[in-house]
């Protein structure tokens, strides 16, 4: 009997790096790390569509990938212009020092 | 057998790149982190015949996405005293809380999930089903998704046109 890697397995290891990916959201206080943290949980979800699609035979897994994908590089895009705005005017990248808003 | 062993390999190494991303003091070594895990996530595309996925992985994400981090990192610098003063209280406990509560219910799911809503349990009757060639992916992207992909083109403009707005040093007004 041979060892299968059957969908749940991609789908646990999703599961575990989206939640790696969740801790560093709640740990980490400098905004580019809670970014790949964010990077990180997309892929985990990106992981399950994969596998999902494979193994009900379709391939809008893959497609919904391709639009998480796009998604994904225009969020980096604007928060990493976002992130550079905020530190040229603060001179930190430290989320705990952006509390202004708090009412 | 085969894809049993690059699963635990690329498993492992996706790991440790993401247990990186969340301890790494350095920035630039978090970064590494994440691409680590990429690289290992389009491995895993690719042994689910994602084929046109996974190379974009490697050329948006482990490309261009990373080299924009990585500037950005250039631009903030590396070397900046992370304050980890806890500003909610019991923040770092809950944290735990909420990871061991994640966890168990994982393990649950795994112990006790059988998949059920899955037909097939393993690989599908028929691969050819799944193989995401470029080809493939092209046709059902133009022809049933071809309005959602009309609508990713109009995102991208507007955070392209916002990334600049955001970008620019000439100041309006001078405002504060």
Known sequence: ?103 | MLELIIFVLMAAAALAGAVAVVRARNTVYAAMGLLATLLAMAVLYVVQLAHMVAAVQVIVYAGAVMTLFLFVIMLVGVDRHEDTRETIPHQRRMTIGLVVVLLLVIGFVVVNGSFDWIPVVGAPADPQLTNGTVQRVAEELFTGWVLAFEATALLLTIAAVGAIALASTRRRREES
């Open chain 1, 1 to 103: 009997m041979s060892l299968v890697v059957t969908p749940g397995w991609y789908m646990t290891l999703a599961a575990i790096l989206f939640v790696i990916g969740a801790v560093g959201i709640l740990t980490r206080r400098n905004a580019l790390v809670m970014f790949m943290s964010i990077e990180l949980m997309l892929n985990a979800v990106n992981l399950t569509f994969i596998a999902a699609g494979r193994a009900i035979g379709s391939l809008d897994g893959q497609l919904a990938v391709f639009f998480v994908l796009v998604v994904a590089a225009a969020e980096v895009v604007v928060g990493l212009a976002i992130i550079v705005a905020i530190f040229r005017r603060r001179q930190s990248a430290s989320v705990d020092e952006l509390a202004d808003m708090k009412g």
